[in-house]
């Protein structure tokens, strides 16, 4: 049916056909890892600063307050005094102001 003419032609196509789908995947593949790159990199990033912002805290922490947050994360309870910077500073603050104005 096919002369070897024909044969070589269909080959050939079907030989570009895949060349251009492997090139159009290879391009996706790219930019994909490219985007992976930069979420990996806004990661590290984030987490540096969170590990900054949590030996702060563990720095400004009471004893008291890491023993409770510890005694939280034993339990599986959520840390309910645990926000950040609200928990340190607010309730230190409100008991010395008490103090001041009652002494």
Do not use: C, W
């Not at 032609?9 to 391009?27: F, G, P, R, T, W």
């Not at 950040?84 to 309730?91: A, D, H, I, S």
């Amino acid at each position: 049916m096919y002369s070897g003419a024909s044969v070589v032609a269909i080959d050939n196509k079907i030989e570009q056909a895949m060349d251009l789908v492997k090139s159009h995947l290879m391009y996706a593949v790219r930019e994909e890892v490219e985007v992976l790159k930069e979420q990996i990199k806004e990661l590290i990033e984030k987490n540096s600063q969170l590990e900054q912002e949590n030996n702060l805290l563990k720095t400004l922490a009471s004893p008291e307050q890491l023993a409770q947050f510890q005694a939280q994360l034993q339990t599986g309870s959520p840390p309910a005094t645990t926000q950040p910077q609200g928990t340190t500073q607010p309730p230190a603050q409100p008991a010395s102001q008490g103090s001041g104005s009652t002494a």
